[in-house]
């Protein structure tokens, strides 16, 4: 199994530029929740979906993010236009339904850096 | 918003000690509580508690978990440089998880 993919692995862009970030889900799982991690505040659920739909998106912090999910085997998260403080590692992780618990599993992240 | 709190938040050990992570929670909605490792890149899954009592062992690692009190504690004996990382808890509403701040362990060989 190839675990939860993200990509890029990291990017560098300018302020204002339109930033857009890409997951593929473990196959077969039904969740998909998209995480950004900065040292002040931690790991932060941003939004996630279920069987493509989203369900909770009040972790997106402004107008500015959105994510769509038009299969099961895909998700972007896209910033336009990007700020310097919207700089972080953003991960994508994705779960599913065993013995009546979620487990979720991480992918490698995306590191942003906005200048 | 569920709240989970972790503690030391950084501690310094030597190889062949023994340290004790914290995490407490606030018994809204609980399902089941999980501990990640995270070192340099994604975290990684080590545990998932849903029952008090009852120990999770994998290796040196091991978890338990107090639902009348409300905390969970991780315990890695014999500590090795490896073990260096943030540990993190988190605690579920069904599917989703809320995160603590992390417990940075750091072994000194």
């Known amino acids: 199994d190839a675990g939860v993919i993200q990509s890029p692995r990291h990017e560098v862009t300018e302020m204002g530029q339109e930033v857009t970030l890409r997951c593929k889900p473990i196959s077969g799982h039904d969740y998909l929740f998209w995480y950004r991690q900065t040292m002040m505040r931690g790991l932060e659920l941003l939004i996630y979906?279920?069987?493509?739909?989203?369900?909770?998106d009040s972790g997106m912090p402004e107008d500015r993010f959105s994510a769509k999910m038009p299969n099961a085997s895909f998700s972007t998260l896209k910033i336009q236009p990007s700020e310097p403080r919207d700089s972080a590692v953003y991960f994508c992780?994705?779960?599913?339904?065993?013995?009546?618990?979620?487990?979720?599993?991480f992918g490698p992240g995306t590191r942003l850096t906005v200048l | 918003e569920d709240k989970v709190v972790q503690s030391p938040l950084s501690l310094v050990v030597h190889e062949g000690d023994t340290v004790t992570l914290n995490c407490s929670y606030e018994v809204t909605n609980f399902r089941s509580l999980l501990w990640y490792k995270q070192e340099k890149k994604a975290p990684t899954f080590l545990f998932m508690l849903?029952?008090?009592?009852i120990e999770k062992k994998s290796g040196r690692l091991s978890s338990i978990l107090d639902k009348k009190e409300l905390f969970s504690i991780l315990n890695i004996t014999a500590t090795q440089t490896g073990d260096s990382a943030i540990y993190l808890c988190?605690?579920?509403?069904?599917?989703?998880?809320?995160f603590g701040a992390g417990t940075t362990v750091t072994v000194r060989a």
């Open positions: 992780a994705s779960s599913l339904l065993t013995g009546g618990y979620y487990t979720q599993y």
């Open positions: 988190a605690k579920t509403n069904d599917y989703k998880l809320s």
């Open positions: 849903t029952s008090s009592g």
């Open positions: 979906f279920n069987n493509n739909v989203p369900i909770d």
